[in-house]
């Protein structure tokens, strides 16, 4: 009888043992997207692309928002580290304060694959992908300069300090526009990305330095544009010259209705994209075919092409 009741027992841990081994090979591996906060639709277009191209190859999605607060990005990490994620997908929280986490996961043997932003080390992420942020607002820049015809004074508003694509992008904005004399810059502040910040800021500066005196305002990215271009209207100051930076939706309609006058589209969907397919080809091989920094070039849009724009995608006429 204790023969028989051994061997019963026996039988059944072998067909537990089976079927958690079973349950282990049916699980999803994980891929952890850690973005800025979804508000911002350039941000929730880096966590649904990405995403929407884990689950098709075969990836569980865990999309975490870190809102650009480093303490917020670390726990995105640690909960990636602490679930074994086969790889993470990250638009950072800053250029200095991601290289630690980045380095603790790649301790963890965990691939990390930069979105958008890059940061201040090389070697630590297998990619850092991003939109050739120089050449973009260079492209923005000119046309800027074409509709103030070269003179008049104009406001810019840059993004958060701690983001080098701000810095990035307002360089490409003065090495165009700084060659034209009669261009003078009246005012730069920062609107940290905000739209709610930029509107605020934009009211004070009209009130400020006048509605008569501003022919134009240059942005670091669309939220912003998008708050300035609500104050110069409510300003009355129809006649504004006003250019964004992203290619968001809703900048686009506000060029279709003939307020906001650009913006220069960032390839972010195709971004986050590749970025899931580099990391499944990582996982599986151990590389990649890629260099680790990666520059796409930026698209002019314009009332000529705003139609054909939508969620960060210029379709083909």
């Known amino acids: 009888m204790k023969k028989i009741v051994a061997l019963l027992l026996a039988s059944l841990m072998l067909a537990g043992l089976f079927a958690v081994a079973a349950t282990a090979a049916d699980a999803q591996p994980l891929m952890v997207i850690i973005t800025p906060s979804h508000s911002n639709p350039f941000f929730k277009t880096v966590g649904d692309a990405a995403a929407a191209q884990a689950e098709e190859l075969g990836y569980e999605a865990l999309v975490i928002q870190h809102d650009d607060d480093v303490v917020k990005q670390q726990e995105a ?6 679930r074994q994620a086969a790889a993470i997908i990250c638009d950072n929280a800053g250029a200095d304060a991601t290289i630690a986490p980045v380095q603790a996961a790649k301790a963890a043997g965990i691939p990390v694959f930069l979105v958008d932003r890059e940061i201040n080390s090389t070697g630590d992420a297998v990619a850092q992908m991003v939109s050739n942020n120089f050449q973009g607002a260079s492209a923005v820049a000119e046309y800027f300069v074409e509709l103030m015809d070269g003179e008049g004074n104009y406001v810019e508003f840059t993004g958060r300090e701690s983001d080098t694509n701000a810095h990035v992008r307002s360089e ?4 165009v526009i700084d060659q034209y004399t009669d261009m003078v810059m009246i005012e730069q502040q920062t609107a940290n990305w905000s739209q709610t910040e930029a509107f605020e800021k934009m009211e004070s500066i009209i009130q400020a330095q006048g509605a008569e005196n501003i022919k134009g305002v240059i942005c670091g990215n669309d939220t912003m ?16 010259i006003v250019a964004g930076f992203d290619g968001s939706n809703d900048v686009r309609d506000s060029i279709l209705r003939g307020e906001i006058k650009a913006t220069g589209l960032q390839p972010i969907a195709y971004i986050s994209e590749q970025a899931v ?14 260099d680790e920094k990666q520059l796409l070039d930026c698209v002019l849009i314009t009332i000529d092409n705003a139609a054909l724009l939508d969620n960060f995608v210029l379709k083909a006429e």
Do not use: P, R, S
Request: charged content about 20%.
């Open 77 to 82: 990490f640690d909960i990636a580290i602490a």
């Open 225 to 240: 544009a998008m708050g300035v271009i609500e104050a110069c209207l409510k300003a009355g100051m129809a006649d504004v």
């Open 277 to 290: 397919i580099q990391a499944d080809e990582y996982i599986k091989t151990g590389a990649t075919d890629k």
């Open 172 to 175: 490409g904005f003065h090495g």
